[in-house]
């Protein structure tokens, strides 16, 4: 140690070169040659920040996607497809006092097509047989009620419900709501329904009020709930619902099965 310090006396000398000058410039250069590193750190901070928020910013999007998304829509169909909707056909059943050729009375005592007042049971039907003969003007048209035969438990028989898909059309089933060629059927026939309720709370809501205590409610939300994988209609086929979902049948049929046309109460 010794033989190091005098070593140093004798390299420095009575004028030490480790000057006042000589000490800021070893100094400057230290730090000029700390900067670079410093630059590349604060980059490699920033790119990995730049990363974590938009990693969060995507997951963001995606979520809000995700919860802003129609859960009644059909699995696969574009948001922006514009809703069907059937603006000349209403809920309200005209009535009539007097009958003309070809016309007739039907008299349908059923709650196939009950929207909660006796719909289309409450007085006989009048009703059009030669509405869809062949080659005629009129064609079958979504929301016309129409008379046709199906089969059930006890044989054939006919039967009313409503025009709710046409020939060639693609019809989906999706929690309740009807979708044709993937747009949401938007009218008051175009979802699952029950004596005037479209949904399970509605219903539980007319249920306690107007049921007896030995009914029931089982059933229910598997009609408001109602799923129907997709299916499409021959050129020559229609899709037919009764409005009352629980108790009105779905069936599909030939044009050419259709019976006669539904024109309202026939009321003496």
Same mark, same amino acid.
């Given at each position: 140690? +010794? ?41 490699? !901070? ?11 910013? @995507? ?8 919860? +802003?998304?129609?859960?009644? #829509? ?8 514009? @809703? ?6 209403? @809920? ?30 409450? !007085?006989?039907?009048?009703? +059009?047989?030669? @509405? ?43 929690? #309740?709501?009807?979708?044709? +060629? ?6 008051? !026939? ?5 004596? #005037? ?41 229609? !899709? ?29």
């Amino acid at each position: 140690m +010794n033989k190091f310090k005098r070593d140093l006396d004798e390299f420095v000398g009575e004028s030490p070169r480790f000057k006042e000058p000589l000490k800021r410039k070893i100094l400057s250069d230290m730090k000029k040659g700390q900067r670079p590193a410093n630059r590349f750190a604060d980059m490699k !901070y920033a790119a990995v920040l730049l990363l974590l928020l938009t990693v969060a910013t @995507a997951f963001l999007v995606l979520n809000m996607s995700g919860n +802003n998304a129609d859960p009644s #829509g059909p699995a696969g169909s574009p948001d922006e497809l514009p @809703a069907l909707t059937d603006l000349d056909t209403v @809920a309200e059943i005209e009535s009539f006092t007097e009958i003309t050729e070809p016309q007739e009375v039907f008299d349908f005592r059923y709650d196939a097509m009950d929207r909660g007042n006796h719909d289309y049971s409450e !007085y006989p039907l009048l009703i +059009n047989p030669q @509405a869809y003969p062949a080659n005629a003007a009129k064609e079958a048209t979504r929301g016309d009620v129409i008379v046709y035969e199906a089969e059930f438990f006890s044989g054939k028989s006919r039967t009313v419900g409503r025009i709710v898909a046409l020939p060639g059309e693609e019809v989906e089933v999706v929690d #309740g709501q009807i979708f044709i +060629n993937a747009q949401k059927l938007d009218t008051f !026939y175009g979802r699952a329904h029950r004596v #005037g309720t479209s949904s399970t709370e509605e219903y539980l809501e007319w249920f306690d009020a107007n049921s007896s205590p030995e009914s029931t409610t089982t059933g229910m939300e598997e009609i408001f709930q109602m799923d129907l994988a997709k299916f499409t209609l021959a050129d020559d086929e229609i !899709y037919v619902v009764g409005d009352d979902w629980f108790r009105g049948s779905q069936h599909i049929i030939k044009v050419d099965d259709i019976k006669a046309e539904v024109l309202g109460y026939y009321v003496e």
